[in-house]
C-alpha cells in the first residue's frame, strides 16, 4: 500500500514507528499526529477530509478510530463551537473550509491530498492560503503526483516550501521556454510533437536533486522495508490483472474496420458507440456467486450494468446521501453482491476487504483507476484480487496512457524511497552570515 506523507519540517513523522497495518492504524496515525499540537498547548488541530457528499465515509470513519483510541474528535460542518471545545481532533471536509478561520487552530490534516495537483484549481488554493500561518501541517495520499511530477510543487508550496513556480524554473524546462506552455493548433504541425514542446521536462543535472529535495519535506512507503522494518505480515495477495479486448459492433462511419481513436472527441465517441458491448462483457465476468466492485464513467453504462447485472445496484450522482450511504453500507456487509458506481463517487476512502473481484473501463485517470482498485486490495484483503480491464480497438491509446502513468508513479516513488536518506534542502531564502562592512566615508 503505497502511502505519501508530505510534513513541515517542524513536526515530522515519528520514523520509529512500524508502518500502518490498515486502515485503522493509518487513521490512528492521523489521529496521534493531529493531538501533538494540543498537547503543546495549542488549539485543536484540524484534519479536513477529501470526502463531502457521502456521510459514511472519510469523517464518520475518522471519529471512529479516534474513539477507539481514546481520542476525543469532533466532527464541525459550519465552523461553529470550535473556540474552547474539549475535543482535541475538529474533523471536517474540504468543502466545507469557508466556513473555518485558521487562526482557531494549530495545526491542519489532508487526507488524500493529491486534490491540490491541479496549479490552478480554486480548491487548491483555498487550501493552500488555509494553511499558510499554520505552524503544524500534514498531507497524506497515495497518489501524490497522479499525473505528472511537477504537481509535487503544489503540494512543497502548501506546506511552506518552494512554491509551485520557484520548483519549476529550478528543476524543470520546457522547449517552448515559456514560464506557462501552451498547446496549439497549427495546420501541416503534428500536434504529437506540439504536446511534446509543451510538456515540462527535468534539466539535464536536476532529476537526482529533485527526488533529494522531495525528500526533505516527504516521507513515502510502499513496504515496512521502506522505512527499515521487516515485511512479515505485511505482503498482500497477489494482484491479477486481465485486459479484455472487446470487438465493436457498430463502426465509424466510413470505415471498413475498427482503428484506435485519436484525441478526446474520437476517444469520447469510441466510448459512447461501444456501451453496449463493453457493459455485456463486463455482466458476463461478474456473472458468479462472488461480489464485485464495478467501477463505470458514463451514466449510460451505469445504469445498463445495473439493468443487466443479477443482484446489482448502482450509486449515482443523482441519489441522496442517504441513499448513497446506505447503499455502501449494504455492499460493505455483504447483503449486496454487486456494487456499480463512478470512481469519483466511491473510489476515496472506503474499505471493501470483503471484495477481490475489480472490474473496470479504462480512462486517462491513473489516480481513478489506482484508488478504484485499492478499495478492494488492501492489508486486510485475504484473497487474491482479480481486476479485468475490459476496453475495445478504438481505445487502446487510452489504455497505453493510463499504464504510461502507472509506470511513472512507480517510478516516482522508487526514486522518493531510494533518496530519502540523501535529502537535499532548498531554503527558501538566502543566510546571510558575513557582517556588512559600512564604507567609513557614508
Same mark, same amino acid.
Given at each position: 500500500?503505497? $502511502?505519501?506523507?508530505?510534513?513541515?519540517?517542524?513536526?515530522?513523522?515519528?520514523?520509529?514507528?512500524?508502518?500502518?497495518?490498515?486502515?485503522?492504524?493509518?487513521?490512528?496515525?492521523?489521529?496521534? +499526529?493531529?493531538?501533538?499540537?494540543?498537547?503543546?498547548?495549542?488549539?485543536?488541530?484540524?484534519?479536513?477530509?477529501?470526502?463531502?457528499?457521502?456521510?459514511?465515509?472519510?469523517?464518520?470513519?475518522?471519529?471512529?478510530?479516534?474513539?477507539?483510541?481514546?481520542?476525543?474528535?469532533?466532527?464541525?460542518?459550519?465552523?461553529?463551537?470550535?473556540?474552547?471545545?474539549?475535543?482535541?481532533?475538529?474533523?471536517?471536509?474540504?468543502?466545507?473550509?469557508?466556513?473555518?478561520?485558521?487562526?482557531?487552530?494549530?495545526?491542519?490534516?489532508?487526507?488524500?491530498?493529491?486534490?491540490?495537483?491541479?496549479?490552478?484549481?480554486?480548491?487548491?488554493?483555498?487550501?493552500?492560503?488555509?494553511?499558510?500561518?499554520?505552524?503544524?501541517?500534514?498531507?497524506?495520499?497515495?497518489?501524490?503526483?497522479?499525473?505528472?511530477?511537477?504537481?509535487?510543487?503544489?503540494?512543497?508550496?502548501?506546506?511552506?516550501?518552494?512554491?509551485?513556480?520557484?520548483?519549476?524554473?529550478?528543476?524543470?524546462?520546457?522547449?517552448?521556454?515559456?514560464?506557462?506552455?501552451?498547446?496549439?493548433?497549427? $495546420?501541416?504541425?503534428?500536434?504529437?510533437?506540439?504536446?511534446?514542446?509543451?510538456?515540462?521536462?527535468?534539466?539535464?543535472?536536476?532529476?537526482?536533486?529533485?527526488?533529494?529535495?522531495?525528500?526533505? +519535506?516527504?516521507?513515502?512507503?510502499?513496504?515496512?522495508?521502506?522505512?527499515?522494518?521487516?515485511?512479515?505480515?505485511?505482503?498482500?495477495?497477489?494482484?491479477?490483472?486481465?485486459?479484455?479486448?472487446?470487438?465493436?459492433?457498430?463502426?465509424?462511419?466510413?470505415?471498413?474496420?475498427?482503428?484506435?481513436?485519436?484525441?478526446?472527441?474520437?476517444?469520447?465517441?469510441?466510448?459512447?458507440?461501444?456501451?453496449?458491448?463493453?457493459?455485456?462483457?463486463?455482466?458476463?465476468?461478474?456473472?458468479?456467486?462472488?461480489?464485485?466492485?464495478?467501477?463505470?464513467?458514463?451514466?449510460?453504462?451505469?445504469?445498463?450494468?445495473?439493468?443487466?447485472?443479477?443482484?446489482?445496484?448502482?450509486?449515482?450522482?443523482?441519489?441522496?446521501?442517504?441513499?448513497?450511504?446506505?447503499?455502501?453500507?449494504?455492499?460493505?456487509?455483504?447483503?449486496?453482491?454487486?456494487?456499480?458506481?463512478?470512481?469519483?463517487?466511491?473510489? +476515496?476512502?472506503?474499505?471493501?476487504?470483503?471484495?477481490?473481484?475489480?472490474?473496470?473501463?479504462?480512462?486517462?485517470?491513473?489516480?481513478?483507476?489506482?484508488?478504484?482498485? $485499492?478499495?478492494?486490495?488492501?492489508?486486510?484483503?485475504?484473497?487474491?484480487?482479480?481486476?479485468?480491464?475490459?476496453?475495445?480497438?478504438?481505445?487502446?491509446?487510452?489504455?497505453?496512457?493510463?499504464?504510461?502513468?502507472?509506470?511513472?508513479?512507480?517510478?516516482?516513488?522508487?526514486?522518493?524511497?531510494?533518496?530519502?536518506?540523501?535529502?537535499?534542502?532548498?531554503? $527558501?531564502?538566502?543566510?546571510?552570515?558575513?557582517?556588512?562592512?559600512?564604507?567609513? +566615508?557614508?
Amino acid at each position: 500500500m503505497n $502511502r505519501f506523507w508530505t510534513v513541515n519540517r517542524n513536526w515530522a513523522a515519528n520514523p520509529a514507528l512500524p508502518p500502518p497495518r490498515s486502515q485503522t492504524s493509518y487513521s490512528a496515525f492521523k489521529g496521534f +499526529w493531529s493531538i501533538g499540537p494540543f498537547a503543546k498547548g495549542g488549539p485543536p488541530s484540524l484534519p479536513i477530509a477529501a470526502w463531502a457528499k457521502l456521510p459514511c465515509n472519510w469523517s464518520p470513519q475518522t471519529l471512529r478510530e479516534s474513539e477507539k483510541f481514546g481520542i476525543e474528535s469532533h466532527r464541525s460542518t459550519d465552523g461553529t463551537g470550535i473556540v474552547g471545545h474539549r475535543a482535541r481532533i475538529i474533523v471536517s471536509n474540504y468543502e466545507r473550509l469557508h466556513y473555518f478561520d485558521p487562526t482557531d487552530f494549530a495545526g491542519c490534516v489532508c487526507d488524500e491530498s493529491s486534490i491540490l495537483k491541479s496549479f490552478d484549481g480554486v480548491r487548491r488554493k483555498e487550501i493552500t492560503e488555509f494553511m499558510r500561518k499554520l505552524p503544524y501541517r500534514l498531507l497524506c495520499t497515495a497518489t501524490a503526483a497522479p499525473n505528472d511530477y511537477i504537481e509535487l510543487g503544489t503540494s512543497s508550496e502548501a506546506l511552506g516550501e518552494l512554491g509551485h513556480m520557484d520548483m519549476l524554473n529550478r528543476f524543470f524546462k520546457n522547449d517552448q521556454h515559456t514560464i506557462k506552455p501552451t498547446i496549439y493548433r497549427h $495546420r501541416g504541425l503534428n500536434f504529437a510533437k506540439l504536446e511534446d514542446k509543451a510538456k515540462w521536462r527535468f534539466k539535464g543535472h536536476a532529476e537526482i536533486p529533485f527526488w533529494q529535495w522531495v525528500c526533505s +519535506w516527504s516521507r513515502a512507503i510502499r513496504r515496512p522495508s521502506d522505512l527499515g522494518f521487516q515485511d512479515d505480515g505485511f505482503i498482500l495477495p497477489p494482484l491479477v490483472e486481465t485486459q479484455h479486448l472487446v470487438n465493436s459492433q457498430t463502426l465509424v462511419p466510413g470505415f471498413l474496420f475498427s482503428l484506435p481513436a485519436v484525441g478526446l472527441q474520437e476517444q469520447r465517441e469510441e466510448r459512447r458507440r461501444t456501451i453496449r458491448e463493453r457493459c455485456e462483457k463486463i455482466a458476463a465476468l461478474v456473472d458468479t456467486k462472488e461480489s464485485a466492485l464495478v467501477w463505470c464513467h458514463l451514466n449510460d453504462e451505469g445504469n445498463l450494468l445495473e439493468k443487466i447485472i443479477p443482484d446489482a445496484q448502482q450509486v449515482s450522482g443523482d441519489d441522496s446521501d442517504e441513499a448513497k450511504e446506505a447503499k455502501f453500507l449494504d455492499f460493505i456487509n455483504g447483503d449486496l453482491r454487486v456494487l456499480v458506481t463512478k470512481p469519483k463517487i466511491g473510489a +476515496w476512502g472506503l474499505n471493501f476487504q470483503h471484495c477481490s473481484h475489480v472490474t473496470f473501463f479504462p480512462s486517462h485517470s491513473f489516480e481513478q483507476y489506482y484508488q478504484g482498485v $485499492r478499495r478492494c486490495w488492501r492489508f486486510g484483503q485475504k484473497n487474491p484480487v482479480r481486476v479485468d480491464i475490459v476496453t475495445t480497438e478504438g481505445e487502446k491509446t487510452v489504455l497505453e496512457n493510463l499504464q504510461k502513468k502507472a509506470t511513472a508513479a512507480d517510478r516516482m516513488f522508487s526514486n522518493l524511497v531510494n533518496e530519502m536518506n540523501r535529502a537535499l534542502t532548498i531554503c $527558501r531564502t538566502g543566510k546571510f552570515e558575513n557582517q556588512i562592512e559600512v564604507p567609513k +566615508w557614508l
